[in-house]
């Protein structure tokens, strides 16, 4: 079993930098590829980005690339989501979620285990 907690963020302007930590519990999450998903309100829940279980590899939403970064600390067992030039459109609920059985990164039912959300407020 695995445990998420998200924490990290707030209430920001435009532009500014928030970055998200997603805190793992379970002996086999540094195993695990990892997703952070979001959610605005009204609107159905989206793929923001994605890293495997030795951080060698990653994937972004488009409209993220070059401003979103995710990492992971396996010794940690923490999962990092630094977004920079945050926009008002970012606005959202942010959940992380693991991916133990290697499903599609892109489609949150490959995801077994999903954290309660933090939410990011960018005001213009």
């Known amino acids: 079993q695995v445990q998420l907690v998200e924490s990290g963020g707030g209430l920001v302007q435009a532009g500014d930098s928030l970055r998200l930590s997603c805190a793992a519990s379970g002996r086999t999450f540094s195993t695990y590829a990892v997703g952070w998903f979001r959610q605005a309100p009204g609107k159905e829940r989206e793929f923001v980005a994605a890293i495997n279980w030795s951080g060698s590899s990653t994937d972004y939403k488009d409209s993220v690339k070059g401003r979103f970064t995710i990492s992971r600390e396996n010794a940690k067992k923490t999962v990092y989501l630094q977004m920079n030039s945050l926009k008002p459109e970012d606005t959202a609920v942010y959940y992380c979620?693991?991916?133990?059985?290697?499903?599609?990164?892109?489609?949150?039912?490959?995801?077994?285990?999903w954290g309660q959300g933090t939410h990011v407020t960018v005001s213009s």
């Open positions: 979620a693991a991916n133990p059985g290697g499903s599609s990164w892109y489609d949150g039912a490959g995801y077994k285990y």
